[in-house]
């Protein structure tokens, strides 16, 4: 195992000391309390070996449990935790210092009292866990009050015999012996048992540590993943639109010279079509019905063609319009007129949920037919759709700002869009319509205009479920100046 390094052990030894002290107030409250039961306690053994001095003993055993008590109460303030170091000291020393007295009362060095200053010294081993210097000044300090105590008797008394005094001092010494190096034993263990703990709590905060920094990686690498994914869900909307746009930036182009080259003949045939039903009424009343119905399928047909022209001129010109501040609420309801027939054949609600006073910039009527057109459609997917007991077909055209943007989303619970298709839908001429019922041109005109006035389309369906349109236009003149997209501009004739 390497040894710890520098900081850490100055570290642990620090601690130590700090767990030493706060300890030694506990110990020290611990042996302020012996000496306060201990000491009157001792009296006892005082009525068997010195009868004669029970009453002086007593008084001398009282004021030392008293001055313990004193330090025990004052122990349990701020200002004596601050000096529980050394009243630690001065505990042990009440004790000895009573038992020398009573030794220098009586018998001196012969006193039998000199067993009571073992106690004292195992007592600052056991209880009070004092340091190697500590003990060692400890056991020094009673083993001079013993020698003090026993020379105060010599005065008056005389002395005892030699055998008497080395007894005596043998035990003493030797206890002072045990009590220092128990003590310095004592010490070592408890620093290692810190020590063990000190780094087994180290490596338990620094895995909770490296578990909580690797949860917060974690937290933070999902959360980029999940932008790193609408990023490239957004990149791939940009990498759609923008090909679309491409598209049908080239029809566009390719349709207005198809215009001028269709629009020239179609012009030739309705002139001559026009000289025919003039000349219609020279012909024979036999043949003049069959021969007027052919000039109206004829014109008919020239009319929906002339139609389609029209709808590619609406595709080849987005934008084209002047924009305006107008009113959401206010165009939705004169759109809501053009498609109420619609509606009420198909006895479908439709529900407009709209921002009070919400503004879009763009052009009036050109707004007007995106509208509608994407009314129809919604209105259209009700056509092969069942509905269960209690549902009903329903439209719901709501909005909400965005910065400086308006956002109107118009979502119906129709039929739906193939997921498979749903990528074409604005393609020109792309339709899931019956031949004759659409030209395919509605979304894409849709597209174009939109992207004209610096706004975009996008759609979510669920087939089966829902489909919803939500268009994204400028709120304000300011908006479309920013957002407007170059190759988007109207492709003139």
Not at 292 to 317: E, P, S, Y
Request: charged share 20%; proline share 4%; net charge neutral.
């Amino acid at each position: 195992m390497p040894k710890p390094s520098i900081n850490l052990e100055a570290a642990i030894a620090n601690a130590f000391r700090a767990y030493e002290n706060e300890q030694r107030i506990t110990n020290t409250r611990i042996g302020s309390l012996l000496v306060v039961l201990l000491m009157p306690a001792g009296s006892m053994l005082d009525y068997f070996v010195y009868r004669d001095s029970l009453l002086a003993f007593f008084y001398i055993r009282l004021l030392c449990a008293a001055a313990a008590g004193i330090i025990l109460v004052f122990l349990f303030s701020q200002l004596g935790r601050s000096w529980s170091k050394p009243l630690g000291v001065v505990v042990p020393l009440l004790p000895a210092v009573s038992i020398a007295g009573m030794i220098a009362m009586k018998d001196g060095f012969a006193s039998p009292y000199y067993a009571g200053l073992n106690l004292v010294l195992l007592a600052v081993g056991a209880v009070l866990n004092w340091t190697f210097l500590e003990s060692l000044f400890a056991v020094s300090i009673v083993l001079v009050i013993y020698i003090a105590a026993g020379l105060l008797h010599n005065l008056y008394d005389r002395p005892p015999s030699l055998g008497v005094v080395f007894n005596n001092f043998y035990f003493l010494i030797l206890m002072d012996i045990i009590v220092v190096v128990g003590t310095y034993v004592q010490e070592r263990l408890r620093f290692r048992e810190f020590e063990f703990r000190y780094k087994l709590n180290k490596s338990k905060q620094d895995l909770e540590d490296s578990n909580r920094n690797l949860e917060v990686f974690n937290n933070r690498l999902a959360d980029q993943n999940i932008a790193l994914n609408r990023a490239n869900r957004e990149i791939k909307e940009a990498e759609a639109q923008l090909v679309q746009a491409e598209k049908m930036a080239s029809l566009g182009r390719f349709s207005a010279g198809l215009m001028h080259d269709v629009l020239n003949p179609l012009n030739y045939v309705k002139t001559g079509l026009f000289t025919l039903q003039k000349k219609s009424r020279l012909l024979a009343p036999d043949k003049s019905a069959e021969f007027t119905q052919i000039l109206a399928d004829v014109k008919d047909g020239l009319d929906r063609v002339q139609d389609i022209v029209q709808g590619l001129r609406n595709f080849t010109h987005p934008g084209e319009q002047s924009a305006e501040l107008i009113d959401l609420a206010g165009i939705l309801a004169d759109v809501r007129r053009f498609v109420a027939g619609g509606l009420k054949d198909k006895n479908i609600s439709l529900e407009i949920n709209l921002l009070p006073q919400q503004m879009v910039w763009i052009g009036r009527n050109d707004f007007s037919v995106m509208l509608i057109n994407l009314l129809e459609n919604s209105i259209d997917a009700f056509e092969n759709k069942t509905f269960a007991d209690g549902d009903r077909p329903a439209i719901t055209v709501s909005s909400r700002s965005s910065g400086d943007r308006t956002l109107v989303a118009i979502r119906d619970n129709g039929s739906g869009i193939d997921p498979k298709i749903i990528a074409k839908i604005f393609d020109p001429f792309f339709t899931t319509k019956d031949v004759g019922k659409g030209t395919g041109l509605g979304l894409s005109i849709c597209f174009g205009m939109i992207r004209g006035y610096g706004g975009t389309i996008s759609v979510a369906s669920e087939q089966g479920k829902f489909s919803e349109f939500t268009l994204d236009l400028p709120a304000n003149a300011e908006a479309a100046a920013q957002y407007k997209i170059a190759h988007a501009e109207p492709i003139r004739l």
